[in-house]
């Protein structure tokens, strides 16, 4: 009965001069290794504004939202919702808009401040108003196929636009025709315009 008793003295005497064996968190934080999913920091530059990540998000934390009369996609991340499963960076088309971060300590008693918001243009068609999408995903679309952009004028016209080369038309006046189909259209429309003899 006495060795047990003996070692467990010894024990605390060590334990008084080495220190705690475990981690002084709130002094340093803790080590973590480089596959950790943290928040989820969605990069306004890179961020072209697709919508993949509210598509797939199985916890609805992103929140897309087209506000037609301010011309403006906006892509709202709620933290507080967030289960950091990394799907949002896993589909990501561009790979670079939504990166897992290493920040995990996201304690607050305010909820706005667990919320981020990305807004980029949107591209609406010349004739119905239609939302097409966010004009700097058609644009990337564009650049990603490079000369098969040339087969779709939407993808063209965006792009030229965008680089300064072509301007706005006037919307159409009356029903949409064959010259009609130069035109930054949504996909009904341009059917519209192919179906006219």
């Not at 130069?182 to 192919?194: A, Y």
Request: aromatic residues 4%; hydrophobic residues 35%; glycine residues 8%.
């Amino acid at each position: 009965m006495r060795a047990p008793k003996l070692r467990e003295l010894k024990e605390a005497v060590i334990a008084i001069f080495s220190g705690p064996y475990t981690a002084k968190f709130p002094a340093e934080p803790t080590p973590l290794p480089d596959t950790f999913r943290g928040r989820p920091h969605h990069d306004e530059k890179e961020c072209v504004g697709c919508g993949t990540c509210a598509n797939v998000c199985p916890a609805a934390a992103t929140e897309l939202e087209d506000d037609v009369k301010a011309g403006i996609r906006r892509i709202t991340i709620r933290l507080d919702r967030c289960i950091y499963c990394g799907q949002c960076q896993a589909n990501c088309i561009t790979e670079k808009g939504v990166k897992m971060t290493l920040d995990y300590d996201l304690a607050t008693t305010d909820r706005a401040t667990l919320r981020e918001k990305v807004e980029k243009t949107l591209l609406a068609c010349e004739a119905c108003g239609a939302v097409i999408g966010a004009r700097e995903h058609v644009t990337w679309v564009a650049r990603r196929i490079g000369p098969l952009a040339f087969a779709n004028p939407t993808l063209l016209l965006a792009a030229m636009q965008d680089q300064g080369l072509v301007g706005t038309l006037p919307p159409p006046t009356g029903p949409l025709g064959r010259g009609d189909r130069l035109r930054i259209l949504c996909p009904k429309c341009r059917q519209v315009t192919s179906l006219v003899v």
